[in-house]
């Protein structure tokens, strides 16, 4: 009833949902930046959706991982979806080595 009192996040559920909430926010810019400028730079538009859908399913079980509990997991999670918007990223510098 009250989420801007401290003691609200005393709970571990409710810190760890505050941690995973703050972190998508911290990721999201970038992975708007990659998609932005794979879509700008024009590489193809079904690899930066594809991309894209793997992206956001890798965040949310990465938020779900997080409220559980499970750091190893949570880490490879992160990574993962790290190296998805990388993939995004460099998409129009390797376009002309995809496949059609």
Known sequence: ?????AAFYEDPISARALGAQ?????AFPFFAIAVLLA????APQHYIDELAVLFLIVRIAY???????RPT????????GFA???AIFFLPAIRNYLPA
């Open 63 to 69: 938020a779900f991982t997080y409220l559980g509990n």
């Open 22 to 26: 703050q972190n998508g926010i911290e």
């Open 73 to 80: 997991l949570r880490s490879i999670l992160w990574s993962l």
């Open 84 to 86: 998805i918007n990388i």
């Open 39 to 42: 879509q700008f730079r024009q």
């Open 1 to 5: 009833a009250k989420p801007r009192d």
